[in-house]
């Protein structure tokens, strides 16, 4: 069994021989009354959802909890009060059940979700060694994958993570939280070309975006000063540029690092390789560059148990078990 509860998603997963049983995610709705995640109200709501999501997740499966093998967990990184109630959890179940326990990295998690397999079909599976481009919320970065648990971060954001961008963006322009996904509904019948916006220049495989977020800014309260309609009139073709200059940014290092690395093996995780700008990006670079190009599905894009299965999955197969006294890390992005 997986256990995700990192931010606002408490979820539990069943896998049997790293095919995937049953994934359920309980979504904190609370969030969106602030436009952001309030650690405190995170960490009593997978207080609340823990035992029933765990429960479905079970009952979804066919299994019982006296048939579970092991338990893996997200060690971080994350929020602590949320990551300590999945780590509890895990720990807890280890004891009664005397199982062994798994400690996931949440971002090798979002990176091994290609390795989830499903009863119904076959998914495509990377070939080591390959590079991800893993863009969430909190996260860019661009990881050398030479096996399941030997990875490298060769580029990331020395700022806001891409996620973060779209959501700030988003907010600027009054859509709701995340700001992603909307902007991305928003962006198909915009004209990408319409707006240019400041593209950074930051050395290496290295990425920034927080620069993105303040020229946005004021760009539209210029415009704004003189037209106070502005943003409601041109709402889509803001959507599309603004997506069109974060996924640019993104490709840009990514094709770096495939030539710098001459990998020809091209995956996207997390949160925002949901996003249809991206997604096309990476396909049409891909046949122009020959890569073979992994897109994940996406209910394995956002948080999700399953990815936190698998990546204990092949931990235990190596033996690979935490101790008892294993504590939840907010901070981990820097240790895959
Ligand atoms: O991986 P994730 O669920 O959570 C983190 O671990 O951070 O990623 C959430 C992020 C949010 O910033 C959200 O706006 C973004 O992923 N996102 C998208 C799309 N779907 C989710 N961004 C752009 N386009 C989307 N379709």
Redesign the pocket.
Known sequence: MGIES??D?TSAAVIRDGVLLSNVIASQEIHRTYGGVIPELASRAHQQNIVPVVDVALKKAGVTLDQLDGIAFTRGP?LLGSLLVGVSFAKGLAIARDIPLMEVN?LQG?ILAHFIDVPEKQLPHPNFPFLCLL?????SQIVLVRSYGDMEIVGQTIDD????A??KC?KVMGLP?????V???LAQTGDPTRFKFAKPSVDGLDYSFSGLKTSFLYFLRDEMAQNPDFIEQNRNDLCASL?ST?TDILMNKLIKAARQFDIKEIAIA?????????RGAVTAEGEKRHWRVYLPEFRF???NAAMIAVAGYYKYLDSHFAPMDVVPEARLENKL
């Open positions: 990192s931010c998603d994350g949440h979002h863009v969430s919320g909190g996260n993570a891409a996620g973060e779209f959501d988003a939280y995340p700001g992603g996904p902007i991305d509904r997506q974060i997390g949160g925002v390789s949901a996003n249809s700008g991206l894009t956002t948080d």
